[in-house]
T-cell receptor, first 113, second 111 residues
């Protein structure tokens, strides 16, 4: 069965370190998204991609970057982790075309100390 | 961009009663409105969605209504059960397949 997986599921890192969260999907979806989830804020879009070599900034992109070298993967990098980036991160993917269901990964809980 | 507001933030209902969650959106070009359910510690999962050419859609105990003129849509859960306790997110499409989410609604079903 097709799926979308994130790794690691939990991570603790120190302020200032670079961290990369992995997202891998086997749906063959063109669209991939990274969200962060914080209490009282719902799901906020960090970065997104519509295909290989395409990346775009979302509403809360400062301090984050992504790259899309193939269809399956969209890793999220925190260049220099800050305590404000402690959050639960969700990756999602959807097919091209309007009104497409977004499938979410299991989430990564990141703590920056 | 799109702005989605969701009310109320918390809703407690007696088992067997109905629950209604309402959302408003700002972008009149939005044409896709999904609802996601998220159980504690789990990923959001789609439970129902509606497109702008439809006013109402039903799937067993859940239904969604859309009023494009007023830019609001609602989730209705009938005959609530303890397993309906979760956080529910509404969303609206904007741009090219992006989704703007509401802040979520905690539904508690009291046995």
């Amino acid at each position: 069965d097709a799926e979308i997986t994130q790794s690691p599921r939990h991570k603790i890192t120190e302020t200032g370190r670079q961290v990369t969260l992995a997202c891998h999907q086997t749906w063959n979806h063109n669209n991939m998204f990274w969200y962060r989830q914080d209490l009282g804020h719902g799901l906020r879009l960090i970065h997104y991609s519509y295909g290989v070599q395409d990346t775009n900034k979302g509403e809360v992109s400062d301090g984050y970057s992504v790259s899309r070298s193939n269809t399956e993967d969209l890793p999220l990098t925190l260049e220099s982790a800050a305590s404000s980036q402690t959050s639960v991160y969700f990756c999602a993917s959807s097919r091209q075309g309007g009104g497409a269901e977004a499938f979410f990964g299991q989430g990564t809980r990141l703590t920056v100390v | 961009g799109e702005n989605v507001e969701q009310h109320p933030s918390t809703l407690s209902v007696q088992e067997g009663d109905s629950a209604v969650i309402k959302c408003t959106y700002s972008d009149s070009a939005s044409n896709y409105f999904p609802w996601y359910k998220q159980e504690l510690g789990k990923r959001p999962q789609l439970i129902i969605d509606i497109r702008s050419n439809v006013g109402e859609k039903k799937d067993q105990r859940i239904a969604v209504t859309l009023n494009k003129t007023a830019k609001h849509f609602s989730l209705h859960i009938t005959e609530t059960q303890p397993e309906d306790s979760a956080v529910y997110f509404c969303a609206a499409s904007y741009g090219n397949n992006r989704l703007a989410f509401g802040k979520g609604n905690q539904v508690v079903v009291i046995p």
